[in-house]
């Protein structure tokens, strides 16, 4: 027998394997089973290696990324003018500017010594209750988001969990048509028993694929899961005439419907995800799963966002760009708690207790 290449991939694999049977199963039937029983072993241990192009975010300018325009190892702000221009906007959308300002006035009256201690602590201590409000207001918030991402995880799992079974019935399959009836067949050959044909053996095996392909597409019908049910936290952002669900807190409902810059016409935070999850192709992706059905883009959102008023699939790709969203509005929802400590370190470096402006 002439000498062969190796193959570079699995398709190469059953070709060679399926060749060779056909060819020398009547002319030399043991090399054929040896042959073909180490091409299906090969198939066997085969590993599958998906090659997935990661297209990382484009990097944005200082003018454009808030988490930039403050050092790391800046000084804590002591007066209104060193507070970072996303904090304060931020606490004009939140209605906490007018007591910051009105407390750094009590604070310049309290330093002349124009003002009792404890005026100044009260307007302090309201201040810093109204802070910590949010920053909980935000942690409940999370809290619904962890919820969502819990529940798509678990839907996740189960599908994975039948998709494995389904790739393994699928390499049973494999292995039975590349190797074990070439191995039968040999056998037969070499012990002479020619009251079992080879279309015997032929028909023995394609019903055992077919068994197998069966059972195959069963379990793979299992990567699908229906779901209608409540919309979950992510239909809000595509729909905001309808305003915040009860899971949005105000405070958190208008961080994200505010600029997080400064420059004219700047798009709101919420905008900003969802223009990049259509760029992106996270509400879009995987088309072609409805392609030929009319209202592509509307349907699929309403799958991921679960606000569909009809039975539908949920498949492993929708799942996964459902958890995607999910973690990229907790990630801008979290940086309200960047900025509330920001105020908590004001409030703090304007204590009596920290005269010379030390944390």
């Known amino acids: 027998m002439t000498g062969v290449s190796k193959p570079h991939s699995i398709k190469h694999l059953k070709e060679l394997s399926a060749n060779l049977l056909v060819l020398n199963r009547f002319q030399k039937p043991t090399a054929a089973a040896w042959l073909t029983l180490v091409v299906g072993l090969t198939l066997f241990w085969q590993p599958v290696v998906a ?3 990661i297209q990382p975010p484009a990097q944005l300018s200082a003018a454009e990324d808030p988490a930039e325009t403050v050092p790391p190892d800046a000084p804590p702000p002591h007066s209104l003018d060193t507070l970072s221009s996303e904090t304060q906007s931020t606490a004009k959308v939140l209605g906490l500017w007018e007591d910051l300002q009105q407390f750094d006035t009590l604070r310049k009256q309290k330093e002349a010594g124009q003002l009792g201690r404890s005026d100044y602590l009260e307007a302090r201590q309201n201040l810093m209750v109204n802070v910590l409000v949010v920053t909980q207001d935000v942690r409940t918030f999370v809290h619904f988001l962890e919820e969502e991402i819990a529940k798509a995880d678990s839907i996740n799992a189960m599908i994975a969990a039948r998709r494995d079974r389904a790739l393994k019935l699928n390499t049973y399959g494999d ?3 590349g190797g074990i ?5 040999g056998g037969l050959q070499i012990a002479d028993i ?3 044909a080879y279309d015997t053996i032929d028909t023995i095996e394609g019903a055992v694929q077919a068994g197998l392909a069966l059972l195959s597409l069963r379990e793979q019908q299992g990567e699908k899961r229906i779901e209608k049910g409540i919309p979950n936290i992510l239909s809000r952002l595509f729909e905001p005439e309808k305003g915040p669900s009860p899971a949005y807190p105000t405070c958190v409902w208008k961080f ?5 810059t400064q420059r004219p016409n700047a798009e ?6 969802v223009n990049g999850w259509n760029s992106s192709g996270l509400c879009v992706s995987h088309h072609h799963i409805h392609r030929g059905r009319a209202k592509t883009l509307s349907e699929r959102r309403e799958r991921l966002t679960n606000s569909s008023t009809r039975n539908y699939r949920a498949t492993a790709e929708l799942i996964e760009d459902r958890i995607a969203m999910l973690h990229q509005l907790r990630s801008t929802v979290t940086r309200l708690d960047v900025i509330m400590l920001e105020l908590l370190l004001y409030l703090q470096n304007s204590s009596p207790a920290n005269p010379s402006g030390a944390s």
Not at 181 to 185: A, K, Q, R
Not at 256 to 260: K, V
């Open 256 to 260: 994200l419907n505010a600029p997080a």
């Open 194 to 196: 020619n009251h079992l």
């Open 181 to 185: 009836t070439g191995v039968v067949g």
């Open 268 to 273: 709101t935070r919420r905008e900003k995800l």
């Open 51 to 53: 090659k997935v192009t």
């Open 175 to 177: 292995l039975i048509s």
